[in-house]
């Protein structure tokens, strides 16, 4: 390990104004998704990393716009626990990467991933480090890797940073735990995502840290189904995929509340899939609902301006058997072009419906 910069918060302030510089660089960065574990793991490792040679300043850039970091409500919690500062954070849209990442001596370290996006790829010439849990895709050979199949690359960064001599702060150690906590469902067998690095990683930290394991693990999957604080088009946004079947484009949320507590949340909800639905000119907006309350329950709901579309949706979601059944709502169902659904297949998730319906549609 390098020098450590004793304080987060200072690091992050320098690495920020060091990114509107836009000087040459070594950018730490996420993957797409940005989930936890990306802003965290990119975060600590280009804290702990020492200077690069020729004095490069480390920047862990989030792989996101700002506008989304809202949306990681877990994140949003575990980063102002630790006293994070979002002002502090720079984000995709923060700053003109490629053009930094043009400059001869600016250098790229993949954090959480192993593979550029189909849109960065273009910085392949530029990966010089990679720390990750994903299965290695071999690629950017002569990079140096630290690639392990860990629950989450937190531990990994977490392993470096135990191993080096400076004593961790709270803050530093809280981070770490907590992202590996959300990540391996508090270190959970059962939940097959814990390995035994993962739970010596977090027994190390769990002191430095001054947190009690249940309550930071808690409290972090709670705020992970937060979304009082979100629009319905912010719920919309914050697990979102789109698909071109044929000719239909079709748009498929997740989203993590019963519907009935959305109804009561907001009763424009129908004028908000609407505004959605057209401002990603989408043929088809299916929302999949999932939750647990007590028992795990999904509902979908299926918003289309054209009624017969919708009806042959939902007639071949039940011929592939999902089992919909018009939900009952206690203060009654939005009117509009929505309809919805509770569903009897529990295993019906987005990853399965989506091959169902792309081949339905190419039909
Ligand atoms: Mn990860």
Known sequence: MGKMNDSLGTFLKDSAQAARAGKPARIFMGNEASDLDSMAASILFAWSSGAASGGLPNIPVMNIPREDFNLRTEALWLFQEVGIDQKDLVFLDDIDLGKLLAGAASRLVLVDHNKLSAAQVAWEPKVEEILDHHADEGLYPSAKKTIAPVGSASTLVAELMLAGSATLS????????????????????????????????????????????????????????????????????????????????????SALLPMADWFMKDAAIEAAFSQYAKSRKLDVLIVMGAYTAPEFTREMAVHSKDAGLRK?????????????????????????????????DLSQSRKKLQPLLSSYFQD
């Not at 739970?199 to 999957?221: E, H, N, T, W, Y």
């Not at 007639?315 to 569903?343: H, R, V």
Request: glycine content about 6%; hydrophobic content about 45%; some cysteine.
């Open 312 to 344: 042959r949706l939902v007639e071949f979601m039940n011929k592939s058997g999902l089992g919909l059944a018009p939900l009952k709502a206690a203060d009654g169902i939005p009117a509009g072009n929505t309809e919805y659904f509770s569903q009897a």
């Open 170 to 253: 709270p803050a530093v150690a809280t981070l770490a735990l907590g992202t590996i906590l959300l990540d391996t469902v508090n270190l959970d067998p059962e939940a097959k995502r814990v390995t035994p690095r993962d739970a010596a990683a977090a027994a190390s930290l769990l002191p430095a840290s001054g947190s009690d394991q249940k309550v930071l693990f808690d409290r972090l999957q709670l705020e992970k189904f937060n979304v009082a604080a979100l629009s319905s088009r912010d719920i919309l946004r914050k697990d979102y995929k789109e698909y071109r079947m044929g000719t239909v484009m079709c748009g498929m949320s």
